[in-house]
């Protein structure tokens, strides 16, 4: 199949970045909601032990995921004309499924874990298959539109998840178990999209989920050294809510996955980004035979913008965000939830080289990377919850993922994937602008610092050109507004 760069590189690249970050921006929004009300709900100790339960299955999850995703995702990029592979890694993750859900409740026996949590980590359990959240099997259904960049329909379904949990959530306070309430919402309302993802596979695609194992010695071989990754990461990820209840209390899990709750969903914006660039350097065939070199500068650039304006204006609103969230119950958390968004700087850049080393048969380096993020984390997390509880929590991530962004950019400069190329003056002068401007603007009620602050990092943005002329150029060219560039006299 033949591919129309120029469509793919314009209008396709637009409408697709649009309709993920429309989707995306409704869900987060949803989400917040949600989250928001299940906290004030359940209470810090309940809303501890919600995310301590969820953060075993989620671990437990990534042992059925084995890293297919990606390596799918590389391979349809190249040649989207057939669905075996899907059909084959939705098999392989069915079975490990089954394997893991039985080793689980044996083991749960065997530890004479309460009929109560074994009910809802169960119910958890059920969500690997159905729900978006997980990243399992809904992952791999969502891949046919990624490659032909047609995010728009798995947004929408992803919109209607998250309302329909959110309209579960109102009901809450009718109920005498509403922890177990909250669990049971949590999957039943991700049936209809699941339904609904098969049905839109078929219509567009033509797409019959059948049981395969072709090619499954070779998928299992080329997914390994991701499928440590993957469980490392996750471990990464859930290590500290799980050893913050077993080291301090679940009051102290509650305020901290309070905090990490409002960051983690900002991993929206590099998946939406990400996602629709990946299939364009795939198809690039070389990265050192095209422009894709100047594209992956441009888009790192663009990640540590978004990630580091988030971070310094959420930075000296802290407590009047977590207030307005979650109420004053929670204002403990500000401290970890400045600490966590400035790891979300880190995080950003290590997800696209992620990616990098994936599209260029270099995954290994994925591997190594995160065996030390791990490594640091839990090392930390040992040394520094004892003593300062979530604060000390939310320091080891930040080390633990400064650590692992070192390394990264020792690999890829070694590997000669990429040159990072930013203008230090530049970028020094506008991070000191900007966050100048935060400070003195704090004063401010919230609606009003927001407001102003999006004018103040437009106008500070545009006066230090800390995007080059030929950067936004390529911006407007892949939002297929080449023309607002000539209009704005950037061409």
């Not at 990606?70 to 349809?76: D, T």
């Not at 044996?106 to 980590?121: G, I, P, R």
């Not at 090619?215 to 913050?244: C, M």
């Amino acid at each position: 199949m033949e591919v129309n760069t120029k469509t793919l590189n314009s209008q396709s690249f637009a409408s697709n970045a649009l309709s993920i970050a429309v989707g995306q921006i409704v869900s987060l929004i949803s989400s917040f909601l949600s989250i928001s009300l299940t906290a004030r709900y359940l209470g810090v100790e309940q809303f501890g032990k919600f995310n301590a339960l969820l953060a075993v299955v989620l671990i437990l999850s990534k042992f059925v995921d084995f890293g297919f995703a990606p390596v799918i995702f590389r391979e349809l990029s190249k040649e989207d004309n057939s669905f075996d592979l899907i059909n084959v890694s939705l098999t392989l993750r069915v079975i490990f499924f089954l394997l893991t859900a039985v080793l689980y409740n044996l083991f749960a026996f065997l530890l004479k874990v309460s009929f109560l949590e074994l009910l809802l980590s169960n119910l958890f359990f059920i969500n690997i298959i159905i729900s978006a959240k997980f990243q399992n099997v809904r992952e791999l259904l969502d891949i046919p539109f990624k490659v032909k960049l047609k995010m728009h329909l798995p947004s929408a379904v992803s919109i209607f998840d998250n309302l329909l949990f959110l309209l579960f959530i109102l009901l809450v306070p009718a109920t005498s178990e509403k922890l177990l309430f909250v669990i049971v919402g949590y999957v039943l309302t991700n049936i209809p999209g699941f339904v609904l993802i098969l049905y839109l596979l078929k219509k567009r695609f033509g797409f019959y989920l059948k049981f395969s194992l072709k090619n499954a010695k070779w998928l299992l071989i080329e997914s390994f050294p991701l499928f440590g990754y993957v469980i490392l990461l996750t471990v990464f990820q859930q290590a500290d809510i799980l050893l913050l209840r077993y080291l301090v209390s679940e009051h102290s899990t509650g305020i901290y996955s309070a905090a990490a709750k409002l960051t983690l969903p900002f991993g929206i914006i590099p998946y939406a980004l990400i996602t629709t660039a990946i299939p364009i350097i795939v198809k690039k065939n070389s990265l050192k035979n095209s422009n894709a070199p100047f594209i992956i500068n441009m888009i790192y650039k663009i990640l540590f913008f978004i990630s580091f304006t988030i971070s310094i204006f959420c930075t000296f609103k802290a407590e009047a965000i977590i207030q307005i969230v979650y109420g004053r119950e929670y204002l403990q958390a500000a401290i970890p939830m400045v600490l966590l968004f400035w790891s979300q700087v880190l995080l950003f850049f290590n997800y696209f080289s992620v990616d990098l080393l994936t599209i260029t048969n270099c995954q290994k380096f994925n591997f190594i990377y995160a065996l030390i993020i791990v490594a640091a984390n839990i090392l930390l997390l040992f040394l520094l919850t004892p003593l300062f509880s979530f604060i000390g929590a939310s320091w080891a991530k930040f080390f633990s993922l400064l650590a692992g962004s070192i390394f990264f950019l020792v690999v890829l400069g070694y590997q000669k994937i990429i040159v990072l190329h930013f203008n230090f003056l530049r970028t020094l002068l506008l991070t000191c602008l900007l966050g100048t401007s935060a400070y003195l603007l704090a004063f401010l009620p919230l609606v009003i610092y927001f407001l102003i602050s999006c004018i103040i990092i437009i106008l500070f943005t545009w006066g230090t050109k800390f995007f080059t002329g030929e950067e936004l150029t390529q911006m407007f060219k892949l939002l297929n507004k080449e023309k607002w560039a000539k209009k704005l006299r950037i061409i």
